[in-house]
């Protein structure tokens, strides 16, 4: 279809964003949907990259991976095994799939099922682990290695089995339109929708015919882990997001990533390119003993919410985290969430938000107005110690570095025939 204007345009691929309608379907093995996971292969977050390139964490996690898989049996072997090319690497987005932090998922690990109904498609997230000492942030010892194969043995088959009781799949825009309206906005915190999670997902564990010990197990994860909603939301984001891309004209952000090292965007009028600069390092707070000297660049596909229009561009919505990324108090949080409508296309009527006086979230983030103010999208963010092992130290806010949008904007300008000065 041929637009009159890019704005034309970029209504067209919002709209496409609000008439989603993701479903969470099934939790089933990485390898079961992501054929590039035969063999030797470790889906990464951000841009392509290679061994040599990644930070010490995302290379702690491709350890892990490998022992997890048995590929290797201790750390030598497997940072070998890495070193040598024998492991293939992809890039998560490349397979409609999404990764936090270092994104490492392997053929084994479990990963939620998204399918938009509008159109079927589908995306993957591997499952959340919780806090501290996790593969996403680079450890990799005995406990971290013990509970990925709890997720695959346990976690991930109880949960296929609760999900498959519901008829077409549980609704995530009933739930994502709800915890709004609760004081999550689905990057640092989703603690209202992981309990809305779990309140709608006991019945059907209680009736999935598990033992005893495995149900009580499952369903204490589940209430511990506050975070676990995320990576519903990730691959949430994922397939509303490529299926607004499918409208192959405008300026509008379809996808934040970064992988430590770069920072890469992809515009709806630019396909599939990444257009990259130099990754920041997260402003925040840190646990204690830790400080920004510890501190790991940027990393993760988790900012495919961001690209939604929530996490950091809804932080109005959270005020209760504002302080905890390091941002000051309600006054900030509401300057921020302003700051961002100025680099969006509209609002999202269909998340509401109360202490923003029920305007809606942000929707599509255009590139020629963030040039045009320097106004860079606010991410919420993890903030990984720099040495392998260690894992999460604090949390905190980055800002999207203004190189990737003034490459894709002279991309897009070559492409409509327009000069850029």
């Not at 290797?72 to 998560?92: H, Q, R, T, W, Y």
């Not at 739930?175 to 779990?198: C, P, W, Y």
């Not at 965007?265 to 400080?291: M, R």
């Amino acid at each position: 279809m041929e637009y009159q204007s890019i704005q034309e345009a970029n209504e067209a691929v919002t709209q496409k964003i609000l008439e989603s309608q993701p479903f969470l379907l099934d939790v089933v093995p990485a390898k079961e949907v992501i054929s590039e996971l035969d063999g030797k292969a470790l889906l990464h977050a951000g841009p392509p990259m290679k061994w040599e390139n990644m930070t010490h964490p995302m290379q702690g996690s491709c350890i892990g991976a490998t022992l997890f898989e048995g590929w290797a049996d201790n750390e030598d072997d497997a940072k070998k095994m890495l070193e040598s090319g024998e492991i293939k690497f992809v890039p998560c987005h490349s397979v409609d799939a999404v990764g936090p932090m270092g994104g490492i998922t392997s053929a084994n690990m479990p990963v939620v099922v998204v399918e938009n109904k509008v159109n079927g498609k589908r995306a993957y997230c591997n499952l959340n682990e919780g806090i501290g000492a996790v593969l996403r942030f680079g450890a990799y010892n005995d406990e971290v290695i013990n509970r990925l194969q709890w997720m695959k043995d346990v976690l991930g088959p109880a949960l296929s089995k609760a999900l498959k009781q519901i008829d077409g799949g549980m609704n995530v825009n009933v739930t994502v339109a709800k915890a709004i309206t609760m004081g999550d906005e689905f990057h640092q915190r989703n603690i209202a929708a992981s309990a809305l999670f779990l309140k709608d997902i006991v019945p059907y564990l209680l009736t999935a015919e598990l033992p005893e010990k495995e149900l009580q197990e499952v369903t204490q994860f589940l209430a511990d882990t506050d975070q676990f909603f995320l990576n519903i939301m990730m691959a949430t984001g994922k397939v509303v997001m490529d299926s607004a891309a499918d409208v192959e004209e405008g300026s509008v952000i379809t996808a934040l990533s970064r992988n430590g090292d770069e920072f890469g965007i992809k515009v709806s009028g630019l396909g599939d390119q990444w257009f990259t600069a130099p990754v920041n390092t997260p402003d925040g707070l840190y646990f204690s003993g830790y400080s920004t000297d510890d501190a790991n660049p940027d990393m993760g596909d988790s900012a495919i919410t961001e690209a939604y229009g929530v996490g950091g561009m809804a932080m109005i919505a959270a005020p209760g985290v504002t302080r905890f990324v390091g941002t000051g108090g309600f006054n900030d949080a509401v300057q921020t969430s302003d700051e961002m409508r100025e680099i969006c296309v509209g609002n999202n009527p269909n998340l509401s938000i109360p202490t923003w006086d029920f305007q809606g979230a942000c929707l599509g983030i255009d590139i020629r107005k963030v040039v045009e103010t320097g106004i860079t999208p606010v991410i919420n963010t993890g903030i990984a110690h720099k040495t392998a092992g260690i894992g999460q130290i604090g949390a905190g806010t980055v800002r999207v570095p203004l190189g990737c949008f003034e490459k894709a904007l002279e991309a897009l300008a070559e492409k409509y025939g327009v000069e850029v000065e």
